[in-house]
T-cell receptor
Framework: DTAVSQTPKYLVTQMGNDKSIKCEQN?????MYWYKQDSKKFLKIMFS???????INETVPNRFSPKSPDKAHLNLHINSLELGDSAVYFC????????????????FGEGSRLTVL | KNQVEQSPQSLIILEGKNCTLQ??????????LRWYKQDTGRGPVSLTI?????NTKSNGRYTATLDADTKQSSLHITASQLSDSASYIC?????????????FGPGTSLSVIP
């Protein structure tokens, strides 16, 4: 059973297109995240939702719009894709938003590699 | 500025040898430090967590140490195996507000060769 699953795993598209990545977790966690891992392998937080409520919204272009229909799902929609959006996008979840506690361990999905041509 | 640095950037060792990866951080207020292992093409997986009062934690062949005074941590891998080839990421949590800050290091890429 996959704990955090995201689809698609690979996505190749043209500049200017709109695309979505879906994420689901079956761990019963309250908090979900989207991270971007660029070519230098740095992981950067983009968004975080706690019980469907947006709690972290880092400096991300408004072409990126997350949606959480319920606490087990967090999707990412990207409008007007640009070359610089090419990266691996990771969905993650944690028991709660308090990463300072032991329950703050992050559980990551396998990643979705987006390539914009 | 909250920052996590790791060294070396990459490392190649022979199977069966030991190695030590370093992490330095300037994060305040410090809460905890985790080491994650990221296999190629996979998501990171947590190896250990240490809080301010803990200075060593083991997980099988992995032993992490923390010196909160010098703000340094190390991850020691004993008797390395080919499956240890991965990126090892040091992650520091800061803050005592409702929603905390998590700062990721750039990772150390480890290659274990036969």
């Amino acid at each position: 059973d996959t704990a955090v699953s995201q689809t698609p795993k690979y996505l190749v598209t043209q500049m200017g297109n709109d695309k979505s990545i879906k994420c689901e977790q079956n761990l019963g966690h309250d908090t979900m995240y989207w991270y971007k891992q660029d070519s230098k392998k740095f992981l950067k937080i983009m968004f975080s939702y706690n019980n469907k409520e947006l709690i972290i919204n880092e400096t991300v272009p408004n072409r990126f719009s997350p949606k959480s229909p319920d606490k087990a799902h967090l999707n990412l929609h990207i409008n007007s894709l640009e070359l610089g959006d090419s990266a691996v996008y990771f969905c993650a979840s944690s028991r709660g938003p308090r990463t300072t506690s032991r329950s703050g361990e992050l559980f990551f999905g396998e990643g979705s590699r987006l390539t914009v041509l | 500025k909250n920052q996590v640095e790791q060294s070396p950037q990459s490392l190649i060792i022979l199977e069966g040898k030991n190695c030590t990866l370093q992490c330095n951080y300037t994060v305040s207020p410090f809460s905890n430090l985790r080491w994650y292992k990221q296999d190629t093409g996979r998501g990171p997986v947590s190896l250990t967590i240490m809080t301010f009062s803990e200075n060593t934690k083991s997980n099988g062949r992995y032993t992490a140490t923390l010196d909160a005074d010098t703000k340094q941590s190390s991850l020691h891998i004993t008797a390395s195996q080919l499956s240890d080839s991965a990126s090892y990421i040091c992650v520091v949590s800061a803050g005592k507000t409702s929603y905390d800050k998590v700062i990721f290091g750039p990772g150390t890429s480890l290659s274990v060769i036969p």
